[in-house]
């Protein structure tokens, strides 16, 4: 089942004029399409990074917070995500990437010091 007939397009909360308490956060705001999953929880079905559209193959993990959510899932590019609904608003973010293509950046000290 899908919500709204379609899928449903979360905006963000700058799109929907949610106080600036609201728009508080940690992670990167993104676009999800959801669909109604066990007990009527929003559950992402694919959401957009930039021009990418990355579809989840797998739900993880999910676990609970005040008033959000967090949900760890395999992206259909192998990557992993950790994703936080903020089921009072509905907007997500994504709080977290794993993946085995990028590359970590080398610690500062690797390039010498900076010279003016």
Known sequence: MRVGGGPAECLNAFDRGFPAAARRSD??????????GYRGMQ?????????????????????????YRY?????DDDATYILRVHDVHGFWEL?????SRVRS????????????
């Open 27 to 36: 992670g990167m705001q993104i676009r999800v399409d959801t669909y109604v």
């Open 43 to 67: 559950m992402p079905q694919r959401f957009r990074l930039g021009r990418s559209r990355i579809g989840i193959v797998e739900t993880v993990d999910q676990w609970f917070g005040p008033d």
């Open 71 to 75: 949900i760890k899932v395999k992206g």
């Open 95 to 99: 709080t977290m990437f794993k993946s």
């Open 105 to 116: 950046l080398p610690h500062p000290s690797a390039f010498g010091r900076r010279r003016h």
